[in-house]
């Protein structure tokens, strides 16, 4: 496998980190890539780049401190991104067929292409147009179209006392939006599942101010 073909197998992996989501035609655009340093190692099947990492695939954006793509004997492949320190990991996408973003941000991003799941873990959070959800881990199964968020680290809940909670913030759907076809409707993601006992939803200026993106 050349390096023009790595790079386009990691912009594929990454890529699929939304596809309920993903501007089609993205797929079709060039890879932009840029790293301090790239290592590969073709025994281990494994590409390593490291050092304020940006890939820039159409409208996707990922950037991240370290992003490490390994293969498995089957050809799949899993991709994970990490942040430094403050810094985190970042995607953003515009939305297939409507004037819409989806943002993602956590310390780390993993996603599998065997099981098509993709997980956010630390301070993870995940924006879609004007919905939003946050907490210590996000869950997104692309095969059965549905999130898990949860207080705690790894899928687990908040200890007892703890000022962690999972927060959503969930736009009303009009009924004409809602038609197959529609912005907002078919084409929307699906809202976030949070496991029972469900916390309290928040209205909007109970949450954080979202971090801005910063890129131009």
């Known amino acids: 496998m050349n390096a023009i073909s ?112 993709t997980e956010f873990f630390g301070r993870a959070r995940v924006k879609s147009g004007q919905d939003e959800v946050r907490g210590q881990y996000i869950s997104y199964d692309a095969r059965n179209e549905q999130y898990v968020v949860t207080s705690g680290p790894d899928g687990t809940r908040a200890r007892p006392g703890s000022n962690e909670r999972v927060r959503a913030v969930i736009q009303p759907r009009n009924k004409k939006e809602d038609a197959p076809g529609k912005p907002g409707g078919a084409t929307a993601p699906p809202r976030p599942a949070v496991p029972v006992p469900a916390p309290a939803l928040k209205s909007a200026q109970d949450i954080a101010t979202p971090r801005e993106e910063t890129q131009k």
């Open 6 to 117: 790595r790079l386009a197998a990691l912009a594929g992996i990454l890529l699929s980190t939304g596809p309920a989501w993903a501007e089609k035609a993205d797929a079709e655009k060039p890879v932009n890539l840029e790293a301090d340093r790239v290592s590969v190692d073709d025994v281990k099947k494994l590409q390593i780049f490291e050092g304020n990492v940006q890939l820039v695939k159409g409208t996707l954006i990922i950037r991240a401190e370290r992003i490490v793509v390994s293969q498995d004997d089957d050809g799949y492949q899993r991709g994970v991104a990490t942040g430094s320190g403050s810094a985190l990991a970042r995607f953003r996408q515009k939305r297939e067929g409507v004037d819409e973003y989806v943002e993602g941000e956590a310390e780390r991003i993993e996603h599998e292409a065997r099981t098509e799941k």
